[in-house]
């Protein structure tokens, strides 16, 4: 029998949890907050034994979906298809220039497809989503 223990934890404090010895347990973060969170290897497997202690953490960075359409310098027209990235994401934009792109805070710019970059505002917000709108690829 599978039994589930939930509880909740506060970020960026340090939490002692007894377990019993003896277990072998798989445990789960997921966020709950309105704010988009990417936990980096959310489930751990875990192996206890009398006496001993684990110390485990876990990489958790903020994140915002940007919604925004890309179009070229100078002639303003949009950049259909073209793949818009950051580090390791990225996404295709569409027959009219739109995308939207999940991205850590601290991202200052764009590429597309290696022509070249776009200079993203200040995504620092509260909010899970910030939409940028027109964006000149520069």
Do not use: M
């Not at 006496?51 to 259909?80: C, D, K």
């Not at 818009?84 to 994401?89: L, Y």
Request: charged share 20%; net charge negative; aromatic share 10%.
């Amino acid at each position: 029998e599978h039994q589930r223990t939930i509880a909740l934890l506060p970020a960026n404090k340090k939490v002692f949890v007894s377990l019993p010895g003896f277990t072998d347990q798989n445990y789960t973060l997921v966020n709950l907050a309105t704010s988009d969170y990417l936990i980096k290897e959310p489930v751990r497997h875990i192996t206890l034994y009398p006496g001993n202690i684990g110390y485990y953490s876990w990489s958790v960075e903020r994140r915002v979906i940007v919604i925004g359409r890309v179009v070229a310098q100078g002639s303003g027209h949009a950049l259909t298809n073209t793949w818009i990235h950051a580090e390791e994401n990225g996404i295709f934009s569409d027959d009219e220039g739109n995308f939207q792109l999940e991205l850590p805070l601290e991202t200052l710019t764009l590429k597309a497809d290696g022509l070249c970059q776009i200079k993203l505002p200040n995504l620092n917000t509260d909010k899970a989503y910030l939409y940028i709108g027109d964006v000149t690829c520069s």
